[in-house]
C-alpha cells in the first residue's frame, strides 16, 4: 500500500483531469499561428474515462458485510478504471510506411517550409474530429506525452478562415482539382496549405505541367464555371476563397485568347462555347456532359405535386443540422413573404465587409423559393451548402454541427448581406450616469437601427439590459445589447442541488435533510455555506463532510476547494455539526469517535443452528472527544456520555415519562426508575463496542456493556489494536427492545427540511418537468461573475467579482429560444436530455418585460422546434414546423416529411424553439415604434 505512489509523478487521475480543464479553460479561443495537437479518439476516450468520476459504477445491490472486501476511500469500487497505456496516433495515420507517401502528390511544392518531419507523417484521408481525434492545446499534449508516452506527435497550425477569419486548425492542406484548358475532361489533384499564395500556387503548377507562367491564367472554376480569375499574386488561397476539393482552371493562351471576363457568371462556359474560339467550345461540351455542372444546382430529387413549404432537404452527409435549422427559419412567416416576394433582391448589400458580397442571401433566396414552389418531396440543398461553406468554413466538410450554431451564423449573414445600411453613423458613448433608463435604453437601441436595418432586424432583434454591480463600492454599470436569440441555461446547468443530512454530535437536532443550491461549478466551501445557512450553524460551529457508504464514513472532504463536480447525486452524504475548533482534523490534540450503528440479524444456516451477525446500518454518529485522558476508566465514561448526547434527539418519551432526558442519566428519577431499571437489567438498548474502523468486531476488539449502573464493564485489552491514531471506532449493537425507548427510524429516514420540496430539487428528480418559464428565470437570475472572469470596477479602479443581471427590454416578433443543453468546450461535451415543458400555443413573455413595456402584452405562439437525438458529437437532428395557412403540423426528418399532432411535438429532444409573436394585440404600438425609428436618429 505504501508503495502505491512510487510510480514517476504521475498525478492521480482527478488531478490530470483537472490539469487538462483548467489549460482548456485557459485557451478558450484558438489564436492563429498557434501549435495544436491532434489525439487519436479511442485513446483520448479511455483516458477520459480513467479520469473521470462520472463512469463509477454505482453499487447494484448493497455489498455484503464481508470486511475482506470492504471498500477503503482512496480506492472506491475497485479498480474499474482502466489506465490508458501510451499514446497510440499510428491509426490516424495512412500506413505504416507514411513518411514516404507523406511526399507524394505534389505536396513537397505546395506547403510551406519550416514544418518538422514528424508534421510530414501523412494523415488518413476523411478522418473526422470528434470521431477519430480530438484537437489539444500544446501544453495537454506535453502533460499527456510526459505521463503516459507514446506519439508519434501530429501538429497542425491554427489559420484563420472564412470571411469571418476563424481560427480553424488545418487538418489537411487543400486539395485542389486543376483543370486544363488544353486538356478536356483530365482532372488533377494537388495539394496545398491554405495560407499558400495564389502566386506560389500558379508558379508551382506551371513547374509541374510545363507550362510558362505569363502563357496561362489561372481561374476559381467554382462549380465548372470561371468565377473568378485568380490574378492577384500576393493573396492566400484562403483569401480568395479557395475550397478544399475545388476545381481550379489553367487557361492556357491560344490564338484568339477572349480578354474580358464576366464575374459571377454561372452558367457562362456551358452556353457560350461559340462566341471564345474553338478549344472552348469543345472543352465546354465535354465538361457540361462530363456531368460537372450537375452539382451547381439545388436539384429537385422528385415530384409528387407536394404543396409549397412540405418539401424535405435531402442529406449531404451529416447535414440534419443544417436541413433541421433551415427548415425551421424556412418556416418564419415575414421569410417567407420577404423571400418569395423576390422583395430581398431590392435589399442587397454588396459592399458591406461583414457581408459575403449578397451570396448567401441570394443562395437563401433560391432555397426558399425552391422550398415553397411545391411541386417536390424533397431537394437536394447542394447549391446552398457550397456557399455556405464558401463562407462559413466551419460549416464545410461533413462533420455533424450544431444546428444553434448554424442558426446564429445564417441569420447573422443574412443580415449582413441584406443590411439596407450602406453608411453607418458612428456615435459618441455618452455616460450613461444620471440618466434614466429608459432615455439610454431607446438611445442605443436607436443608435443600433441607424447602423442595422433588414429583415433579420425588423424580425428577430430584441434588446436586453445587462447590469454589472461591484460588491465593495456598490457602483452600477448599465448595458444595452442586441440579440438576435435567447439562450437559455437549464436550471441544472447553472446550479445543482445537493441533498445532505446534517447530524448534531451535541444532540440539538434529529438529523436533517436538506437540499442546498449551489453554483455548479463550485467547490465544497460553497456548499458548506450554503448548508451552513439552511441549518443555522452558529458561530462556534463547523460543519464536517462526509460520504457515506453502506453505514460507513466512505470519504472525509477535507480539502474544502474540492469540486463539487466530483459529488455524484446518488452519494449519501452526511454533514456533521462539530465544536468549530474541533474541525480541524489534521490538529494532532483533536480527537473524535466514529459510532456505528449495528443490528443483529439471525439467519438460520441450514445446518439448523441459528447465527448471529451484525450488520451496519443508517450514517454512524460522529462525537468529538476531549482530550488528554489516558485513564481507561474516564475514557470510556467519555465515550459513554458524548453518544448519550449524540443520542439525545433519538430518545422517545417513555411511557409514562414526566421527565426530560437530560445527559446526566435516565435512572435517577424515582417514578421511573423502577420501571427503567428493570428495563436496563433485562436488557440494556444498547451496547457499546469498541471496533475497527469497518465497524466489524474482531477478535482484538472487546465489548463494553452499557448497563444500568454506572459501572462500565470491559473484558480484555481495551486498547489493542487501534486503527487510526486520532479517530476511536465504536459501535452501538441496537437491541431488540430498544424500539420503545428509542426512534431508529430517525436513524434511517431523517427529518426533510422544507428545501427539499424546492422547484430545483423536485425538478431534479423527474418530480417536476423543467418548464420554459423557469429556464428563463435561470437566464435572468442575478449571478456572480466567475473568478477568471472578473470585471474592472470604473470606480474602485481595481477588477471585481461584480454582480450581473440581466432584464429583457425590448422583445422581437420572431423570437428564437436556444435551450442549452450542451455544456462545451471543446474536448468535454455533456448533454443534458432534461424534459423541458414549453407551451405551443400562447407563450406569455410579458411578465418577463420590464416596466416600459406598459400595457403591451407579448403573447407568442410556436412554429418550429429544431430537435438533436443522441448523444455529444453526433446524433441526429430534425425539425418539427407548422404550416402557416393551416395551423398543421409536420415532422421534417431530412427528405422525409410527414405529418404531426401537435401534441407530439413537445419531446425531449427539442434544442431550438422558434416563436412568432401574435399580431392581433398590439399592433398598433409596434407601428408606432417603427414610426419612431424610422423617424428617429
Ligand atoms: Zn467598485
Avoid at 286 to 300: H, I, L, P, Q, R
Avoid at 726 to 733: K, R, S, V
Avoid at 908 to 918: G, V
Wanted: with cysteine; net charge negative.
Amino acid at each position: 500500500m505504501e508503495r502505491e505512489r512510487k510510480t514517476d509523478e504521475v498525478p492521480p487521475p482527478h488531478e490530470q483531469r483537472e490539469c487538462v480543464v483548467r489549460v482548456e479553460a485557459e485557451h478558450p479561443n484558438m489564436q492563429a499561428g498557434e501549435s495544436m495537437y491532434l489525439v487519436q479518439s479511442r485513446w483520448w476516450r479511455q483516458w477520459q474515462r480513467y479520469v473521470s468520476h462520472d463512469e463509477y459504477a454505482t453499487p447494484s445491490s448493497s455489498p455484503s458485510m464481508s470486511m475482506a472486501t470492504s471498500p477503503t476511500p482512496s480506492s472506491p469500487m475497485g479498480g474499474r478504471r482502466v489506465k490508458p497505456g501510451p499514446i497510440d496516433n499510428t491509426p490516424l495515420l495512412e500506413s505504416h510506411g507514411g513518411l514516404e507517401n507523406g511526399l507524394e502528390n505534389g505536396l513537397e511544392n505546395g506547403l510551406e517550409n519550416g514544418r518538422t518531419h514528424a508534421e510530414k507523417v501523412r494523415l488518413r484521408s476523411n478522418l473526422q474530429e470528434q470521431y477519430d481525434y480530438v484537437i489539444v492545446h500544446k501544453s495537454v499534449w506535453e502533460a499527456l506525452v510526459a505521463w503516459y508516452g507514446g506519439g508519434p506527435a501530429l501538429v497542425r497550425e491554427v489559420v484563420l478562415k472564412g470571411v469571418q477569419q476563424v481560427p480553424t486548425v488545418e487538418i489537411y492542406p487543400l486539395k485542389l482539382l486543376v483543370v486544363r484548358s488544353s486538356i478536356a475532361g483530365r482532372v488533377e489533384e494537388v495539394e496545398f496549405s491554405s495560407e499558400a499564395t495564389v502566386g506560389h500556387v500558379k508558379t508551382q503548377l506551371c513547374k509541374r505541367f510545363g507550362l510558362e507562367e505569363e502563357e496561362v491564367r489561372m481561374w476559381d472554376y467554382y462549380h465548372g464555371s470561371k468565377y473568378a480569375l485568380l490574378d492577384q499574386a500576393d493573396r492566400t488561397l484562403e483569401s480568395a476563397r479557395i475550397m478544399n476539393e475545388q476545381k481550379v482552371l489553367l487557361e492556357e493562351k491560344t490564338n484568339e485568347q477572349v480578354e474580358d471576363t464576366e464575374e459571377d457568371n454561372g452558367d457562362v462556359l456551358a452556353t457560350s462555347g461559340g462566341s471564345t474560339g474553338d478549344w472552348l467550345g469543345s472543352y465546354s461540351g465535354g465538361f457540361k456532359y462530363g456531368g460537372f455542372g450537375a452539382a451547381s444546382e439545388d436539384a429537385v430529387i422528385e415530384s409528387k405535386g407536394q404543396r409549397g413549404g412540405l418539401c424535405g432537404l435531402s442529406n449531404l452527409g451529416n447535414t440534419c443540422f443544417m436541413n433541421s435549422a433551415l427548415q425551421c427559419l424556412s418556416h418564419t412567416d415575414a421569410l417567407v413573404q420577404y423571400f418569395s416576394s423576390k422583395q430581398y433582391l431590392g435589399d442587397i448589400n454588396k459592399d458591406n465587409p461583414l457581408g459575403m458580397g449578397g451570396e448567401l442571401a441570394k443562395a437563401f433566396g433560391a432555397l426558399m423559393e425552391k422550398l415553397w414552389k411545391g411541386g417536390a418531396s424533397s431537394i437536394s440543398p447542394r447549391n446552398f451548402k457550397h456557399k455556405m461553406a464558401r463562407c462559413a468554413p466551419q460549416f464545410s466538410g461533413y462533420q455533424q454541427h450544431d444546428s444553434q450554431e448554424f442558426v446564429a451564423f445564417l441569420l447573422d449573414g443574412l443580415h449582413e448581406d441584406l443590411n439596407r445600411i450602406k453608411q453607418k453613423p458612428y456615435m459618441e458613448e455618452k455616460d450613461n450616469d444620471c440618466r434614466p433608463e429608459e432615455v439610454i435604453a431607446d438611445e442605443q437601441w436607436r443608435y443600433y437601427c441607424s447602423r442595422n436595418d433588414s429583415i433579420i432586424v425588423d424580425n428577430f432583434q430584441g434588446q436586453y439590459k445587462s447590469t454589472l454591480i461591484c460588491p465593495v463600492c456598490g457602483k452600477h454599470s448599465l448595458k444595452f445589447d442586441p440579440f438576435m436569440y435567447l439562450s437559455l441555461p437549464l436550471p441544472s446547468t447553472k446550479r445543482v442541488s445537493i441533498k445532505v443530512t446534517v447530524i448534531s454530535t451535541r444532540g440539538e437536532a434529529p438529523p436533517t435533510k436538506y437540499c442546498a443550491q449551489v453554483p455548479k461549478q463550485g467547490t465544497v466551501d460553497h456548499l458548506l455555506g450554503e448548508l451552513g445557512k439552511l441549518c443555522g450553524l452558529k458561530e462556534d460551529e463547523a460543519l464536517l463532510l462526509t460520504e457515506v457508504y453502506s453505514g460507513r464514513i466512505f470519504k472525509y472532504f477535507d480539502d474544502h476547494s474540492e469540486a463539487l463536480s466530483a459529488i455524484k447525486p446518488n452519494d449519501i452524504l452526511v454533514a456533521y455539526r462539530l465544536p468549530a475548533d474541533k474541525v480541524d482534523r489534521a490538529g494532532k490534540q483533536y480527537r473524535e469517535a466514529v459510532i456505528f450503528h449495528r443490528k443483529s440479524e439471525r439467519r438460520k444456516s441450514y445446518l439448523s443452528s441459528e447465527r448471529c451477525e451484525k450488520s451496519l446500518f443508517a450514517a454512524p454518529l460522529l462525537v468529538p472527544l476531549h482530550p488528554g485522558s489516558d485513564d481507561l476508566d474516564n475514557e470510556l465514561r467519555h465515550v459513554e456520555a458524548a453518544i448519550e448526547v449524540a443520542l439525545k434527539p433519538f430518545v422517545l418519551p417513555s411511557e409514562g415519562a414526566q421527565h426530560t432526558n437530560g445527559a446526566e442519566g435516565e435512572m435517577d428519577t424515582e417514578e421511573t426508575s423502577e420501571n427503567s431499571a428493570r428495563l436496563h437489567k433485562s436488557e440494556p438498548a444498547y451496547m457499546i463496542c469498541r471496533t475497527n474502523q469497518n465497524g466489524t468486531t474482531t477478535e482484538d476488539f472487546e465489548v463494553v456493556e452499557k448497563s444500568s449502573g454506572d459501572v462500565l464493564r470491559t473484558i480484555g485489552g481495551f486498547f489493542v489494536g487501534k486503527p487510526n491514531p486520532g479517530i476511536e471506532y465504536f459501535a452501538l449493537d441496537w437491541s431488540n427492545n430498544a424500539d420503545g425507548k428509542y426512534d431508529l427510524e430517525l436513524l434511517e429516514s431523517p427529518r426533510l427540511h422544507s428545501s427539499m420540496e424546492d422547484a430545483l430539487c423536485a425538478e431534479r428528480d423527474g418530480k417536476k418537468p423543467v418548464t420554459l418559464q423557469s429556464c428563463m428565470e435561470c437566464f435572468l437570475e442575478e449571478e456572480e461573475l466567475d473568478k477568471d472572469d472578473m470585471w474592472y470596477c470604473p470606480k474602485c479602479k481595481v477588477h471585481r467579482q461584480a454582480t450581473k443581471k440581466l432584464d429583457l427590454w425590448r422583445l422581437p416578433d420572431v423570437l428564437v429560444v436556444h435551450l442549452k443543453r450542451f455544456s462545451f468546450n471543446r474536448l468535454w461535451r455533456e448533454k443534458l436530455d432534461t424534459t423541458v415543458d414549453f407551451p405551443h400555443d400562447a407563450l406569455d413573455l410579458s411578465s418577463f418585460l420590464n416596466a416600459n413595456a406598459g400595457k403591451e402584452k407579448y403573447i407568442y405562439d410556436l412554429y418550429g422546434v429544431s430537435n438533436h437525438y443522441g448523444s455529444t458529437g453526433g446524433g441526429h437532428y430534425t425539425a418539427f414546423a407548422k404550416l402557416p395557412e393551416s395551423g398543421k403540423w409536420y415532422h421534417f426528418d431530412d427528405s422525409r416529411v410527414s405529418p404531426v399532432d401537435v401534441e407530439e411535438v413537445k419531446t425531449q429532444a427539442a434544442y431550438l424553439l422558434f416563436y412568432q409573436r401574435r399580431h392581433s394585440e398590439g399592433t398598433e404600438i409596434s407601428e408606432m415604434e417603427v414610426d419612431m425609428l424610422s423617424n428617429g436618429v
